[in-house]
T-cell receptor
Framework: GQSLEQPSEVTAVEGAIVQINCTYQTSGFYGLSWYQQHDGGAPTFLSYNALDGLEETGRFSSFLSRSDSYGYLLLQELQMKDSASYFCAVRRDSNYQLIWGAGTKLIIKP | EAGVTQFPSHSVIEKGQTVTLRCDPISGHDNLYWYRRVMGKEIKFLLH????????ESGMPNNRFLAERTGGTYSTLKVQPAELEDSGVYFC????????????FGPGTRLTVL
């Protein structure tokens, strides 16, 4: 079967750094995406890693290790507006279908 | 540029009734996807259109679900007859099919089957 594992909830302090991990087990792998979803809202795209290594976009970075079937999302200088759910999703093949994790709820405390 | 829109935002129906959800993708996006999220669980892929053709419908749960995209513009997802387990949030997304696989999501339709 296809599965992605990520923590259900992570708590951090405003201004700190937090890492959200994702491990996957899928029948194929093209790349790993991260999406953010605020309560009741539409998921919005954050990043996509097809190759091993770290991709940085502002305060957010995403890492992939294909050999370990593992990736993470790193959020720096946390702000209260970063409180949301974060989903990792795998693109398995040349189609654009995404297989999703259950999401990690990030709680930020002042 | 207008984003992906979905209608209705909420729908409450009784078991056995029919509901049709609509999605208008971003203009020019050939790829259109339907997803469903049952409360607290992962977002599950339902199907993928490229223009008016069904590229992949492997996620459709059963033949009570029918998706169409006539003319390759907006799409509809019909559930007939609805069952209790169909409750959830139905998301539509569209994309240009770029290498980074960025998909743009609509706000979702929250379906409650009583």
């Amino acid at each position: 079967g296809q599965s992605l594992e990520q923590p259900s909830e992570v708590t951090a302090v405003e201004g700190a750094i937090v890492q959200i991990n994702c491990t996957y087990q899928t029948s194929g792998f093209y790349g790993l995406s991260w999406y953010q979803q605020h309560d009741g809202g539409a998921p919005t795209f954050l990043s996509y890693n097809a190759l091993d290594g770290l991709e940085e976009t502002g305060r957010f970075s995403s890492f992939l290790s294909r050999s370990d079937s593992y990736g993470y999302l790193l959020l720096q200088e946390l702000q209260m507006k970063d409180s949301a759910s974060y989903f990792c999703a795998v693109r398995r093949d040349s189609n654009y279908q995404l297989i999703w994790g259950a999401g990690t709820k990030l709680i930020i405390k002042p | 540029e207008a984003g992906v829109t979905q209608f209705p935002s909420h729908s409450v129906i009784e078991k056995g009734q029919t509901v049709t959800l609509r999605c208008d993708p971003i203009s020019g996006h050939d790829n259109l996807y339907w997803y469903r999220r049952v409360m607290g669980k992962e977002i599950k892929f339902l199907l993928h259109f490229v223009k008016e053709s069904k590229q992949d419908e492997s996620g459709m749960p059963n033949n009570r679900f029918l998706a169409e995209r006539t003319g390759g513009t907006y799409s509809t997802l019909k559930v007939q007859p609805a069952e209790l387990e169909d409750s959830g949030v139905y998301f539509c997304a569209s994309s240009q099919g770029l290498a980074n696989n960025e998909q743009f999501f609509g706000p979702g339709t929250r379906l409650t089957v009583l």
